[in-house]
DNA sequence: ATCCTCCGTGTAATCGATTCCACGAGAGGT
DNA sequence: ACCTCTCGTGGAATCGATTACACGGAGGAT
């Protein structure tokens, strides 16, 4: 591999006049730089990332832990975050936790090893030792989506509570009184918050949200299912199930087909989390869709200023309800005058 | 941050000592060795990957160049891929080029900058004179899926000929005559290949592929939409509509649609590339599953054989016909007797 | 007792960059 | 004519690891 040395003998000047000119530094005359320029191209030398992370101490190299790449919420999540981090500069190394804490710390120690300047992380859990040392040692970090309580770190999510009082009203709209929910791990800020929410609007409503109605799933397609069987099982099953991922609305999906019942004459689904397979799905499916994209640049937004030394910010952006007809259709006698 | 050195000072024995013990040299005292451990421990010490990277002239990192990610197909392959390789203890670099060129070059520009051991492609195009160069210069390269002819790099892809035949079979089973194919960018393999399959296929059967049933597309869903949408302004239209990716056979179902059309009573549709999704559609569709996570798999062991010195092989893996719904049911008459 | 090995350890070179500091040349002021 | 200042440049230290080499001491062989 081609090294600055080579570069500098072919041009006949020193490494440090070679890295003046790399580095676009003023003091070089027009014809060093034009000679180093010139070797430059002639041995296409490109310089060596590692080293140059070495000694300036940093990589430019952004960490995003996600708790599942296959989670269509997070590709584009993790897809908006490499864009946005593209166009300040800063690659992005992504780490996909399964929703497993494990995992979740491999990842974190393998990226601060690599020293990494930055951490994006939307936990798993409510938080391993390991990630709330490095919070404090320092490390510049941003959660995004969850986060965890009582660590000074910026948080960028949505904020799903007022798109959950409109699903609420759309399904007692319909007729819907029995409301049941597929809850995320209650270790995660969004498997507690969004069955809160739920709960509240419920109330709103004089429904209430008895034990036998709230399913605890993991955010994985299986959970939903087993979770929507149970539901089923019930001697007086529900009227509608609010999945509170997009693949545990999948399981569902599954669950009530398994069954041989139809969406939504026999139930009605819907889903935290819009994705574009949900428009095509039988039936379309009613989902809380989070501004995706927005969440993902913020969240670099925040993370690179808190780097680059200037006060970052919490973000909270607003969710919003997207109806489809997976929970049945509006009828003359209740539809809005 | 903790340096070798401050573990030295600590430990009382020299920078070099530390670094044996850390390296499970044999030549270490077991005091020594106790010593040192203790003072890792008490300093929290990880070593820096970057210094050790410049040092040893390995990151155990891979690159890995794919050309869209939010396409469910490509997210499967990133994360089985990440899963092998971290299992022989490499890290993975994603690049997702979203299908230009362009970008795709970035990628490889920044993944050797940063001094990757290997790196692991799935071209969007023809070749960038960039990743020729890289191959013939020695980088350590698997093509995965789509490749690029004429370079001596190894390749692991699933054939999905048979399938395609299968499927022609079928649909020829089920009395549908007038096919049409949307096909991907003839630059990359997997467009033309799935092209040449489906036309051979229906030369097998003595059907036609005329050029106006060919629709030009690029792996993408708007594409996919498009060329559907000429399929059926077209004074005859085609019986079935078989799409290149899965992407596609979404544009395409958005496309029938939006025409009041029904699947598959007013035209049928078929897809390459299989997804948890084509279960859930209205109807699901019959696809063509590629044998992903085996894909993912193979690429990192050829991809690391390459690195560690050893013969990497190339692997060709069967693709095979999932029938769903999305093409029409069997009816007596054509059913197998 | 002497010599040779081998083992554990430390010193220092090295990887490829960046950057501080010193130095010489030329410009400009007096 | 001399001093000073600026500018372009090179030498060398540095980042944090790994590793070749040297060295001293212990143990075994003769």
Chains 1, 2 share one sequence.
């Not at 996600?66 to 864009?83: G, H, K, M, W």
């Not at 690659?91 to 990226?111: C, F, K, M, Y």
């Not at 409301?179 to 929410?197: D, H, K, N, Q, W």
Request: aromatic share 4%; hydrophobic share 45%; glycine share 8%.
């Amino acid at each position: 591999m081609v090294s600055i040395k080579d570069v500098a003998a072919e041009a006949g000047v020193s490494v440090a006049t070679v890295s003046r000119v790399l580095n676009s530094h003023p003091s070089v005359s027009p014809d060093a730089r034009a000679r180093v320029l010139a070797a430059v191209e002639t041995l296409g030398y490109r310089p060596n990332a590692v080293a140059r992370s070495l000694r300036t101490d940093q990589t430019r190299t952004l960490g995003l832990v996600i708790s599942d790449v296959l989670n269509p919420y997070f590709t584009e999540l993790a897809r908006s975050v490499e864009e946005a981090a593209r166009a300040l500069g800063y690659s992005v190394i992504i780490g996909n936790a399964d929703e497993r804490p494990d995992l979740q710390d491999h990842h974190v120690r393998t990226l601060l090893d690599r020293r990494i300047d930055g951490l994006l992380v939307s936990p798993t859990d409510g938080g391993s030792p390991l990630m709330l040392e490095a919070a404090r040692a320092g490390t510049p970090m941003v959660f995004v989506d969850r986060w965890i309580a009582g660590v000074d770190v910026p948080v960028v999510r949505a904020d799903g509570r007022e798109a959950v009082r409109d699903l609420v009203r759309h399904l007692h709209g319909l007729g819907h009184r029995r409301l049941a929910i597929i809850a995320g791990p209650a270790a995660t800020t969004t498997g507690s918050e969004r069955v809160e929410a739920f709960r509240e609007a419920l109330r709103e409503h004089g429904l209430p949200l008895p034990e036998e109605l709230i399913g605890q799933g993991d955010f994985q397609a299986a959970s939903g299912r087993r979770v929507t069987e149970a539901f089923l099982a019930l001697p007086e099953p529900p009227d509608v199930v609010f999945a509170a991922d997009n693949l545990m609305a999948l399981g569902a999906l599954d669950a009530i087909r398994a069954r041989g019942l139809r969406v939504p004459q026999d139930i009605g689904l819907a889903a935290f989390d819009d994705i574009p397979w949900f428009v095509h799905t039988d039936p379309p499916i009613t989902a809380i869709a989070q501004p995706t994209g927005e969440l993902g640049r913020a969240a670099v937004r925040a993370l690179v200023d808190r780097i680059e030394g200037r006060p970052p910010e919490s973000v909270t952006l607003p969710a919003r309800l997207v109806v489809r007809r997976s929970c049945g259709e509006q009828s003359p006698e209740n539809s809005p005058a």
